[in-house]
């Protein structure tokens, strides 16, 4: 079994587990991998700001019925479980920490938004989506950024290239690693299978435009499978966090069953409810 139909069954066996019922992508068409309503994908409902942040979003999350999101394996729907939470806890810094991105004693992360876009050039109409940001105070990291990977990682699909464009920006001067990159995954990426460099890059690339090369952290939170698919994927990775690395940008990558694993050794007795919840479902 590849790694995209694994995270599909299990999502879909965690449903009936649960009893709760599925639908296709077009109703009664399609696999059964859509829950009804959105809350049932969901351990707790959108909060009011988290809600326009994806209807502000270019992703279309939410809509359609069923709406993207309802997918039990829908990114933003994981990203929204792990993280949220500790939105709405008033603990913003617990998840900073437990995602390496500072340690248990620091408190300068104050809150978390959803689908945040930073404009690479005002020439361009469109700004790339970053999946979850956290904001900071008082810190030299104005902003903690992530990007989420879940089944669509292992989807299949060929990753786009970077626009020449993109290519051309003064921005580049002091990434020089990450623009020879760049230059060779543009137009089209041949080179990755499983990691989106041409994404990273321009997230890379509109965080360096608002906060400076220095002002930021960049995570890659992925989803780790068993075999070939898990491996390549995890190569990859290594691979470009050795580009990030040296042009100096604080790039880090951590799975999903690694954050999930810390958060449960760390909170189990005082958020029992919500480790049980996301052990039982994405371990």
């Not at 859509?34 to 049932?40: C, E, G, I, R, V």
């Not at 959108?46 to 999101?69: I, R, V």
């Not at 880090?252 to 996301?278: C, G, M, P, V």
Request: hydrophobic share 35%.
């Amino acid at each position: 079994m590849n790694g995209y139909n694994y995270i599909i069954s299990k999502q879909i066996q965690w449903a009936r587990n649960h009893e709760i019922a599925l639908m296709g992508s077009k109703g009664k068409q399609g696999r059964p991998a859509y829950t009804q309503n959105l809350d049932d994908n969901l351990f707790e409902p959108l909060l009011l700001d988290t809600l326009q942040s994806f209807q502000e979003g270019d992703g279309n999350e939410l809509a359609g019925n069923p709406a993207k999101m309802q997918a039990v394996h829908s990114s933003s729907a994981l990203s929204v479980n792990i993280f949220q939470y500790w939105k709405s806890k008033k603990q913003v810094p617990a998840i900073a920490a437990a995602c390496g991105l500072c340690n248990q004693t620091t408190k300068f992360s104050k809150n978390i938004t959803f689908e945040v876009k930073y404009p690479i050039d005002a020439r361009f109409q469109f700004s790339p989506n970053i999946d979850v940001v956290i904001h900071n105070s008082d810190s030299p990291y104005k902003v903690f950024a992530v990007e989420c990977k879940f089944s669509e990682a292992y989807g299949g699909r060929s990753h786009a290239g970077i626009k020449k464009k993109y290519l051309d920006l003064d921005i580049w001067e002091d990434i020089p690693n990450l623009h020879e990159l760049a230059l060779s995954i543009s137009p089209d990426d041949h080179q990755f299978q499983y990691l989106h460099p041409a994404q990273l890059i321009k997230h890379i690339l509109g965080l360096k435009k608002a906060f400076g090369k220095t002002g930021f952290r960049l995570l890659y939170l992925w989803y780790d499978v068993l075999g070939s698919a898990g491996a390549t994927h995890e190569v990859e990775i290594s691979s470009f966090s050795e580009v990030a690395k040296l042009d100096n940008i604080h790039f880090h990558t951590l799975s999903y069953q690694e954050l999930i694993i810390r958060l449960a050794d760390n909170y189990r007795n005082k958020h029992k409810s919500y480790i049980e919840y996301i052990t039982g479902r994405y371990l």
